[in-house]
């Protein structure tokens, strides 16, 4: 499978825990994007990354959230002692330069009780 | 960033009825795309327009972006149940994001 990956399909975690969600882009591509999408929202930018450098950051996202690309490969986003309304579906999406088009993964579900 | 309003929110259609739905901007775009995403499943790319009046047609779907670039519409001719799903624009900011819409959900009967 040569699409985008992302580990684990779904997380449930108590408040407080800390989680980690990891992202295998397509592998020639340089740039790498994290939403979040609750139900009948569309997906909500968090973070992009061009190669191994965080280039933007939502406004909105929390300091709890940070999210690294070491290798300029794959991806981690860490939420620390997380809440129930982090709850969602976290997508990671990559894409080839100036093409555009953001190829996405499966996602990741988490449920924070 | 830039903010699309899309409407309508939802539509319930029978299978082949027209479908429309539309993006709106209060500011310039520098080009807009299109995502579909199946219940359960991700946003699946559709579509990028970028000239002023561009057209541009993928079986029954039927993309327009408008002459002033402030709007869009897709246009699904004769809706099958394998059209059922949500339907996102998607436009960049300032910078590298890429700010969807709330999306329209279509629910296609039989």
């Known amino acids: 499978d040569t699409g985008v990956s992302q580990d684990p399909r779904h997380k449930i975690t108590k408040r407080g825990q800390n989680v980690t969600f990891r992202c295998d882009p397509i592998?020639?591509?340089?740039?790498l994007y994290w939403y979040r999408q609750t139900l009948g929202q569309g997906p909500e930018f968090l973070t992009y990354?061009?190669?191994?450098?965080?280039?933007?950051k939502s406004r909105l996202l929390s300091d709890r959230f940070s999210a690294e690309r070491p290798k300029g490969s794959f991806s981690t986003l860490e939420i620390q002692r997380t809440e129930q309304g982090d709850s969602a579906m976290y997508l990671c999406?990559?894409?080839?330069?100036?093409?555009?088009?953001?190829?996405f993964g499966e996602g990741s579900r988490l449920t924070v009780l | 960033g830039q903010q699309v309003m899309q409407i309508p929110q939802y539509q319930h259609v029978q299978e082949g009825e027209d479908f429309t739905t539309y993006c709106n901007s209060s500011?310039?775009?520098?080009?807009i795309q299109w995502y579909k995403q199946r219940p359960g499943g991700h946003p699946v790319f559709l579509i990028q327009?970028?000239?002023?009046?561009e057209v541009k047609k993928q079986k029954r779907l039927t993309f327009q972006f408008g002459e002033a670039k402030k709007n869009s519409s897709l246009h699904i001719t004769a809706t099958q149940t394998t059209d059922v799903g949500t339907y996102f624009c998607?436009?960049?900011?300032?910078?590298?994001?890429?700010?969807f819409g709330k999306g329209t959900s279509l629910l296609v009967t039989p």
């Open positions: 500011t310039t775009l520098s080009n």
């Open positions: 327009l970028v000239k002023s009046g």
């Open positions: 998607a436009v960049k900011n300032s910078g590298y994001a890429l700010n």
């Open positions: 999406a990559s894409s080839l330069g100036n093409t555009g088009e953001l190829f």
């Open positions: 592998s020639e591509h340089n740039r």
């Open positions: 990354f061009q190669n191994e450098a965080q280039l933007e």
